[in-house]
């Protein structure tokens, strides 16, 4: 059996990119390749310095550019893994990479997603709209914010008011159900 290859963007905190690379250690057949972060003051490019992850940062222009795009095509990864990322992914990427970029949202797509829907706004939205349930969505990445096809969704009780408690949840579910949708995508495409 070949090696599948995944690589991650993100932009922030890395939580769960630095959960995905643990949970895939324990898998001889999955190697993470590569990190791709926007944000060269991200927390995520210090969490993965303890696991040997090569990294690229840059800037709009490389990502609107060729370099991001060049550096993709020469891992050729079996899926591009979004945790946290918040720039939209170039059309010429997601057309090169067409059904291997997927993403997590931090509510129940339809509801709450888009631009400027991330981090606490998502979780402020829920608490303000009264809804009984959030949860998570796991999507393919195509040209429009969070509207690719829906591929898992795991939906929890709001029990609280406070959005800070409302991500924890989330993300503690998130880190549960991500990894393994991963390595089933990843299985279901051999």
Known sequence: MSLKKI????????????????????????SVKKIYCNNPKALVLERIKKHNVKKLVFGNDQLEGDEVLNDLK????????????????????????????????PSLLPNHGGKGMFGLNVHKKVIDSNDAHTGFTIHFVNEKYDEGGIIFQKKIKVNTVSPKDLAASVLKEEHKYYPKIIINLLNENT
């Open 74 to 105: 020469n891992i050729n990864p079996n899926l591009i893994v979004l945790a946290g990322f918040l720039k939209k992914i170039p059309l010429k990427i997601i057309n090169h990479f067409k059904n291997k970029i997927i993403n997590i949202h």
């Open 7 to 30: 690589v991650i963007f993100a932009s922030g905190s890395g939580s769960n990119a630095e959960n995905i690379i643990i949970r895939l250690k324990e898998n001889v057949e999955i």
